[in-house]
């Protein structure tokens, strides 16, 4: 088990925003986390990536990191893409993508290049002048510059035309496919369904629903709730 | 004499010193958006320590310039101390603390530094030992020393210096990169806590730096000499664009030549006489000047107030085009 998380509860304050939830990733799968707006998978995410303090247990490769630093995990291989891209706006490309190297030392970002040559046209222009979904590459490119083992990707559709939607989703499966453990928050219930191995629903803090893909889209109520179809 | 010629040299040496000064206040607020006060204190304490070595060192004999070196070279890592010190302690701790907490926690520190120098040195001035000669060359009718141009030399070099390693090192761009998103470089693998803490122990040696350059060009220091030349670089990074490190180098020497300029006129410019009154002073070419070169402090502050008035980002403040 490349991630394992346990009676997970975050509380921002008084609220209870994650309640005890069970999650669970396996090497080289790609697992989809889906729910409505304030559900908690933000702040899931964060609280794996210990932006945000928990109780309960996150193991990543085998040990417990729920007392690790944020800034331990990318060189352990855990690195995560924030929801609304996180980008430094005023690096340019190529800073930003060195900055995902930072960990490791050395830039070499003709393999992002290679994946995303919208980014080598744009290498010295400063980043917060790219369009959405051009950040939205520049932001998956600077993950993968960590040489993650496993990304955690925080609805990186959101806000993008259908074209830019579609593009984003060849690209999760294509790093996928590179044996890229991937945990993917989406809106896109039915993108992030077709391309997942396994899914997760969450609604108000809790799992709803969890199991294979194929299964979560035939389930009644998913369908009826996430993919706009009507129960029959 | 040409004033002119000579309040542009006189002005860009000092400008040249409050630029180094200004960095130290741009790249902590760049970093943290905290105002630190006390960074003033760091620039004194250089001064106080290098000129208590070099006046222990005097009488040793040895050769002038390796005195003021070791001088410099003691003063520099005790403010880097200073400075990661006060950042660890007294910041730190506040770091998501209301922003006017660790603001009136930099005054706090800013008068506690300044009265342990007090406890150290007591109250005497200390004077710079005449163990460099000067010499003077002159050019179109201006004066430069050799201790102008040394200054002049030294201080470009540090904002050179400081440019490539912010603009052209991977550290560098990992301090730009917490400046904007702090959350997102720690996602990032940036130790951040790592990176604020080197912001200021270098804005700390460069303030060592300066305060040894300010008191050896004025040829004495004191414990208070901080916090009049800390609100001047204070002021000329403001004048430059808080945060921005290009504008603090630019505001400095601009705000050196201004106050200089300032200091060379304001004299001419409130003579009574050449108003044409006719007092008893003017008789056979008299003067009754009502501002003296002595108010030339007042330019720092009035170029403060007009900049906050009339371009409250600063000259090369907020470009447009940065926010995403
Ligand atoms: N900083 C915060 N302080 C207080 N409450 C918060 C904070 N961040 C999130 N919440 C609350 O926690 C709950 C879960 O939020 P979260 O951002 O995790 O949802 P989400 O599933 O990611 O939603 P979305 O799809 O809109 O991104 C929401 O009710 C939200 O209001
Ligand atoms: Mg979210």
Known sequence: MLLEVKALEVHYGGIRAVKGIDLEVEQGELVCLIGANGAGKTTTLKAICRLLPSSGKIA?????????????LPRQGLVMVPEGRGIFPQLTVEENLAMGAYVRGRVDAERQYATFPRLKERRTQVAGTLSGGEQQMLAIARALMTEPKLLLLDEPSMGLAPMMVARIFEVVREIAKRGVTILLVEQN???????????????????????????????????????????? | MDTFLQQMVNGLTAGSVYAVVALGYTMVYGIIQLINFAHGEVVMIGAMVAFSVINLLVPSGLPPLAIVLIGAGCAVPI??????????????????????????????????????????????????PQIIPSRSYFIGGAAITTIQIAILAICFMLMASLAILVYRTPLGTAMRATAQNPQVAGLMGIDINRVIAVTFILGAGLGAVAGVLFGTYYGIAQ??????????????????????????????????VVEALGAGYIGDFTDVCAWGVPLAACEGGGTFILFGSNYQDVFAFLVLILVLVFRPQGLLGERVGDRA
């Open chain 2, 79 to 128: 403010c880097m101390l200073v400075g990661y010190g006060m950042e660890r302690l007294a910041y730190r701790p506040l770091r998501h603390a209301p922003r006017l907490a660790p603001l009136i926690t930099a005054i706090g520190v800013s008068i506690i530094l300044q009265h342990i120098a007090l406890m150290i040195w007591s109250r005497n001035i200390l004077a710079f």
């Open chain 1, 60 to 72: 990543y490769a085998g040990s417990d990191i729920t007392r690790a630093k944020v800034h331990e």
């Open chain 2, 223 to 256: 414990y208070t000499m901080g916090s009049v030349l800390g609100l001047k670089a204070f002021s000329a990074a403001v004048l430059g664009g808080i945060g921005n490190i290009p504008g603090a180098m630019l505001g400095g020497v601009l705000l050196g």
């Open chain 1, 189 to 232: 219930a039915r993108l992030a369904l077709e391309l997942a191995h396994r899914g997760y629903v969450m609604e108000s803090g809790a799992i709803a629903v969890s199991g294979s893909a194929k299964s979560l889209l035939e389930d009644a109520r998913v369908k009826e709730a996430y993919l706009g179809e009507a129960a029959s």
